[in-house]
């Protein structure tokens, strides 16, 4: 069956640093990936999407990377800051032909501490 | 412009009775889906409405149904509650073409005792 896993449920890391978040997926082959941003009680927000012809995305401090052979996602926020901890969720899309059936992970529940 | 809209935002439901959510989605959206999410399970796809019809569907029980109307506004209904359907219901709204992003609502927060 499908499966996606986000290597981690939580990551501490100090505010500047990069923020490496990575999603990994088998029995799958998604047209596109998408990384969300979800707060506490509040629904997801979109932050990037990338297609699998495409290798890699840039949003101002954000970087993803899309790696079909791997069948690996990997997610950057740069230069860190105490407003971005938040959970972050990959999703894996084109399934099914269409545009709202998205298979997500778990989440990586990230804190930037000052 | 406005963002999507879920009504109501909290409610709580007593087991065996049925509960009924709305969705209005972003202007000119014509894809509704439906999602659940738990702390245990994550984000689960419930189903997908384009053009009044229900275009995809996830694993779950014929007591989760749901509808969409003309103007793209959406319901979905739960019925016979049961504890295990306790989560927050997410509302998300597209062009409805593939390898478009969706945008979700704030969902609503069902709480079954």
């Known amino acids: 069956s499908q499966k996606i896993e986000q290597n981690s449920e939580a990551l501490n890391i100090q505010e500047g640093k990069t923020a490496t978040l990575t999603c990994n997926y088998t029995?799958?082959?998604?047209?596109?990936l998408q990384w969300y941003r979800q707060d506490p009680g509040r629904g997801p927000v979109f932050l990037l999407l990338?297609?699998?012809?495409?290798k890699e995305k840039r949003k101002e401090r954000l970087k993803v990377t899309f790696d079909t052979t791997l069948k690996q996602s990997l997610f950057h926020i740069t230069a860190s800051q105490p407003a971005d901890s938040a959970t972050y969720l990959c999703?894996?899309?084109?399934?099914?032909?269409?545009?709202?059936?998205?298979?997500f992970g778990k989440g990586t529940k990230l804190s930037v501490k000052p | 412009k406005a963002g999507v809209t879920q009504t109501p935002r909290y409610l709580i439901k007593t087991r065996g009775q049925q509960v009924t959510l709305s969705c209005s989605p972003i202007s000119g959206h014509r894809s509704v889906s439906w999602y659940q999410q738990t702390p245990g399970q994550g984000l689960q796809f419930l189903f997908e409405?384009?053009?009044?019809?229900?275009?995809n569907k996830g694993n779950f029980p014929g007591r989760f149904s749901g509808r969409q109307f003309s103007n793209s506004r959406s319901e979905m209904n739960v019925s016979t509650l049961e504890l295990g359907d306790s989560a927050l219901y997410l509302c998300?709204?597209?062009?409805?073409?593939?390898?478009?992003?969706?945008?979700f609502g704030e969902g609503s927060w069902l709480t079954v005792v």
């Open positions: 999703a894996l899309g084109g399934y099914g032909g269409s545009q709202g059936n998205l298979i």
């Open positions: 409405y384009f053009s009044e019809t229900q275009r």
């Open positions: 998300a709204s597209g062009r409805g073409e593939s390898g478009n992003t969706i945008y």
């Open positions: 029995n799958y082959s998604p047209a596109y």
């Open positions: 990338i297609r699998e012809n495409e």
